[in-house]
């Protein structure tokens, strides 16, 4: 057994310390998130719905306009872009720099 454990801890002390970062981050990440789902689970629904949407509502409208929507989405994005300014257009519009 202890060959086993000898193997596993230099198997283990080989990853780089980037890795163990990486691991660790993603694990504060997961217990940060079940947290705020316990306080999100005791908030108000109506409140919790006006926040929901105006999160999608800022993910939707930068996608239009940086054009950097998931490609499902790009028919919607397609139809709805002309009325909103994008990235693109806007630095047309400008023109030359001002001295």
């Known amino acids: 057994m202890d060959l ?3 193997t596993a801890l230099d198997q283990a002390s080989r990853i780089p310390p ?9 694990l504060v ?6 947290v705020v789902l316990k306080r999100v689970a005791r908030m ?8 929901c ?10 996608w239009v306009y ?7 989405m ?3 994005v397609e139809k709805i872009a002309p009325f909103f300014p994008s990235a693109g257009t806007y630095d047309s519009k400008q023109g030359a720099p001002r001295p």
């Not at 990440?29 to 079940?34: C, Q």
């Not at 949407?53 to 930068?62: G, L, N, R």
């Open 74 to 76: 790009t028919p919607v």
């Open 18 to 26: 980037a890795t163990w970062v990486k691991i660790g981050l993603v």
């Open 4 to 6: 086993l454990a000898a």
């Open 53 to 62: 949407f105006v999160m999608v509502v800022a993910v939707f409208f930068s």
């Open 29 to 34: 990440a997961v217990i940060v998130a079940f």
């Open 44 to 51: 108000n629904k109506l409140i919790l719905g006006v926040l």
């Open 66 to 72: 940086n054009r950097n929507e998931p490609r499902f």
